[in-house]
Every structure is written in structure tokens, then in C-alpha cells.
């Protein structure tokens, strides 16, 4: 039997799946916890890839895996190999004000054209950008920019800090995936190259791909040239994992280790990893609820969205991610189930004694502000409430109608920028919940299906290390929880429209 193993290294923890490669079977597992905070030393990530490694019982007989690993987080690297500072991660926003200066000095339409996106304070090249403006100690260390999954690949194949990895500090060893690579802001989907320019207005230095042939003479750094990882293709290997990461870093020991060492995937962002873990395919509509919710297709062609909502992503398979997300997904659930005092069978239990539209109670759940639509300082509100309609069944479905619309308002901002949606695949903790099956089958005009729960992006990751392996992208079987029965109900997403629109309105005044 052979068998592959996926990682995802994602914001709380790492988890690692092995699977058989022929089956997609899942065999064993192991996880190990992140610290908590915007900002991580990737130190802590290796310790951790370490730790589930040893939890899933090693890697006796895998032939190859593959890391997926969040998005946006910069990893900067010196000429020798060390890290400089922290990374900051996705959900770091002191990077905010970078992004706006950014988007004022080449322009939304422009920038779009030339990334897929116009920045956020999620994405990499605002978070440069505020290391030149507030750390330019740290940027004058710069020789190399990575992202975690990029990262961890390379201190896997041995490669790390002077003295202390079997190889050393080559960081024209530096790899990465074009999924991982469109989230950057300084790669362009439409071309498959960086844009060097809009990096060296970002970080104020030049850069370059890493070179396949090895090191280059200039070395990266304050004397020369910054260096970007170079981008792989969809089943394409990075290189073999060095067999002195086993013991050394306690990654589950040597035993059963093929002799010719274990295949590397190239590794993915998280979001084109769970894609690929559930075989999407065009026409399929990701939407993911967790403690913020992503609405993610499928497409044929590379998106620019001027007005930033839609992400123009490239995937893992060759084709293009364009995603939408929200700030306000399973803690709204969290947030009204602690209002009434019960759990989340009991919300669902109510939810289900209400009747489609909650009597007319809308939850406008912008509880951490919004990002879809991009309103950062509204507040959640509850609209439509009388004597008649303030239950607590009605407050329940509301909450869950009111999540649900603001995810339907990213599949709407998808479909603007002509994505096709044939069929929408819900995964995520909360939507297990049967209240939000229900539910969403009414809030949604697709067919419904609901996976069974599984670490997605670690499956993903372990579908590219059987493409690696075999030359071929694996078709394995998906595995459903639930299909809801169709049963749209246009009124619901016009209240919620009416209702959203007059928090647009009030937060516009109030900025």
C-alpha cells in the first residue's frame, strides 16, 4: 500500500493526515497546537509540525506529502538563514494603513489588473510595507520573503539557519505554489510571474525569483537582491524531505522510511488545499464556516474585482480561486446561543421551531464589523423585532438566517464577477449543526451538499503529494454527510438586503 500524508499548518494548530494513495482512505492522524496571536516565530510552527508527526505515529511508509499552510503570513529571512522577526499573520491588521497607501499610490483598477486584488491588511505585500515604514532595522536584514507553507517546505528538504539545518541557508531553495503565491499582492495570476515592481515599491529593495540552478552570486540581502520563492507548478515536487529532519526534530523517528527518502509535494495556501481536498471542480461554490467564512469557486479565468471584494486567487489544479470573506460566521452562532443561555443543539432546536423568516427578525450579525460587504466599523443589529416576533425561536433562526445571508452575499459578489455556481458545498464545524443544513438549503438558490467533517486542507495537501507520486492528479471518492432538500425562499434574503442596507447606510454616516 502506499501511503501520502498532508499537512495543514493553519492559524491555531497543525494537523497531519496519512491516507492511502490509491483510496483516499484516511489511516491515522495527529495534531499539535499553535500559540494564539496575530504574530507567531515560525519556530513554533516547526515544533508543532514536529508534534502532530509524532501524534499520527510518524511516517512509517509514507512515500509523500505535501504542507498546506495559511495564507498572507510574511516570513522573513536574513542571508543566513534566521528568521528576523515574528511572522505576522493573515489576521494581523496593523497593516491597514499600509494597504490604503499602497492602493492610493498605483490605484484599485490597476492593481487589480496586475494581482487579481487591490490590498488588504490580510495580504503580504501591505504587512512589507509596514515593516519598511515602522521596522527598517528588520528590512535591512531581508534576503528572503517566504510564507509559512513555503517555510516549512524548505526546512523540511533540510534547508535553515547556518549551523543548525543538514544544508544550510541556500534560500535559492525557497519554493511555493501559485495558489500561495496569488495571495501575495506582488504575483500576478494572469501572467504566472511576480510582479517585481510592485514589490519594490512595497519594500523599497529589488527582487527575485529564486534561481532552480542554486545560489546566485548576489546572495539577497542589503547588497543585493531580495529573493521570492520560486513558484511550482500544479504537481510539481519541491524535493525530497532530508532524512536528518527525523530524529533531529523528533518528526516520528526513521523507521519505515522509504531508502530513497520521502517525495515533497510543491504545498498550497489553505484555501486552494481545501479544495482540492474535496475535489472541487468548476461550477462548484466552496462556502466555509468558521470563526470568520469563506465563499470560494472554482473558475476558468483569472478575476479582477476593482472594488476589492472578490480576491482573484489562482488554485492548486491549474485553474483560479476567486473568494470572498467574511469577518462573521460561527461566532454569531456562539454570540446568540450565549445571549439565550443555551447550547447549540438547543439554537438549533429553536431555530427549527421558528418558521422560514423568523417572523420577520433579521440579525444583521456585523458583530466584528465587516469585510463583505466592507463596512469595518458596524455593529450587529436585530431588525423587524415587535411584541409578537420577539421569541426565542425567532432570535434563534434569526442568528442563522443572518450568518448565512452575509455568506449568500459572497456567493452574489462571485457570480457579479461571472463565476458559475452549480452546486454549493458547505463544510465547516457549525454547519454540522442540522438547524444550519436546513437553514441554508432555504438561503441558498444551489443544491446544497454537506461533506462529512474532515481536515480538508491536510487532505488537499496529501491529494498533492499523490499527484507528485503518481504523475497524476487522484480522483477520490468524497464522502457526504447531507443533502437538504431544495427549499429556496427568496423573502429571506430580501429582508436581510433591506435590513443590511440601512446598516450600510448608518455606519456610512457615522464614518
Not at 273 to 301: C, E, H, R, Y
Amino acid at each position: 500500500m502506499n501511503l501520502v500524508a498532508g499537512v495543514d499548518s493553519s492559524t491555531q494548530s497543525c494537523k497531519v493526515v496519512v491516507l492511502d494513495a490509491d483510496s483516499g482512505a484516511l489511516l491515522r492522524e495527529g495534531r499539535a497546537s499553535h500559540p494564539e496571536g496575530t504574530e507567531v516565530h515560525p519556530d513554533e510552527w516547526w515544533r508543532a509540525l514536529s508534534e502532530a508527526f509524532d501524534d499520527a505515529g510518524g511516517l512509517p511508509g509514507v512515500r509523500a506529502l505535501s504542507v498546506g499552510g495559511q495564507q498572507h503570513g510574511m516570513v522573513l529571512l536574513d542571508r543566513d538563514g534566521n528568521v528576523i522577526r515574528p511572522a505576522l499573520l493573515w489576521n494581523d491588521t496593523r497593516s491597514a494603513g499600509a494597504a490604503a497607501d499602497l492602493t492610493a499610490e498605483v490605484g484599485a483598477e490597476d492593481f487589480a489588473r496586475r494581482t487579481g486584488l487591490v490590498p488588504v491588511a490580510s495580504f503580504t505585500v501591505t504587512k512589507v510595507r509596514w515593516v519598511r515604514d515602522n521596522e527598517p532595522e528588520s528590512l535591512a536584514r531581508v534576503a528572503a520573503v517566504a510564507l509559512p507553507h513555503d517555510w516549512l517546505t524548505w526546512r523540511l528538504r533540510g534547508y535553515g539557519p547556518a549551523g543548525s539545518s543538514p544544508l544550510g541557508p541556500d534560500l535559492d531553495a525557497l519554493t511555493t505554489d501559485r495558489s500561495d503565491a496569488s495571495g501575495t499582492g506582488y504575483w500576478s495570476p494572469l501572467t504566472g510571474r511576480y510582479d517585481l515592481e510592485l514589490f519594490k515599491l512595497a519594500a523599497g529593495q529589488d527582487a527575485r525569483e529564486a534561481s532552480p540552478d542554486g545560489a546566485s552570486p548576489d546572495g539577497g540581502g542589503s547588497a543585493g537582491v531580495v529573493i521570492l520563492p520560486r513558484v511550482l507548478g500544479p504537481g510539481d515536487s519541491a524535493g525530497r524531505v532530508h532524512p536528518d529532519c527525523f530524529g533531529s526534530s523528533r518528526i516520528g523517528g526513521t523507521d519505515g522510511i522509504p531508502a530513497d527518502g520521502i517525495l515533497l509535494g510543491a504545498g498550497a495556501g489553505d484555501n486552494a488545499a481545501a479544495a482540492l481536498g474535496l475535489g472541487a471542480k468548476a461550477g462548484d461554490v466552496v462556502v466555509s464556516v468558521g470563526t470568520s467564512g469563506t465563499v470560494f469557486a472554482v473558475g476558468t479565468s483569472p478575476g479582477r474585482d476593482a472594488s476589492g471584494t472578490v480576491a482573484g486567487f489562482a488554485d492548486a489544479s491549474g485553474e483560479y480561486l476567486p473568494i470572498t470573506v467574511t469577518l462573521n460566521a460561527a461566532r454569531v452562532l456562539s454570540s446568540v446561543a450565549g445571549m439565550l443561555d443555551v447550547d447549540f443543539d438547543e439554537l438549533s432546536r429553536l431555530a427549527l421551531e421558528a418558521e422560514p423568516g423568523a417572523g420577520g427578525v433579521v440579525l444583521v450579525p456585523y458583530f466584528e464589523g465587516e469585510r463583505t460587504p466592507n463596512l469595518p466599523q458596524a455593529k450587529a443589529s436585530f431588525h423587524g423585532l415587535s411584541i409578537a416576533s420577539t421569541t426565542r425561536p425567532n432570535i434563534a433562526r434569526a442568528a442563522i438566517e443572518g450568518m448565512l445571508c452575509g455568506l449568500a452575499g459572497g456567493l452574489e459578489a462571485l457570480r457579479t464577477q461571472g463565476g458559475r455556481a452549480e452546486r454549493l458545498l458547505l463544510i465547516g464545524g457549525a454547519v454540522q449543526n442540522p438547524a444550519v443544513q436546513r437553514i441554508a438549503a432555504q438561503v441558498f438558490d444551489l443544491p446544497v451538499v454537506v461533506p462529512s467533517p474532515g481536515e480538508y486542507v491536510a487532505r488537499g495537501a496529501a491529494v498533492q503529494a499523490a499527484w507528485a507520486l503518481a504523475g497524476e492528479r487522484p480522483d477520490w471518492p468524497l464522502a457526504l454527510d447531507a443533502t437538504p432538500e431544495p427549499d429556496f425562499r427568496a423573502s429571506i434574503g430580501r429582508n436581510y438586503a433591506k435590513a443590511a442596507a440601512l446598516v450600510a447606510r448608518g455606519a456610512g454616516r457615522a464614518g
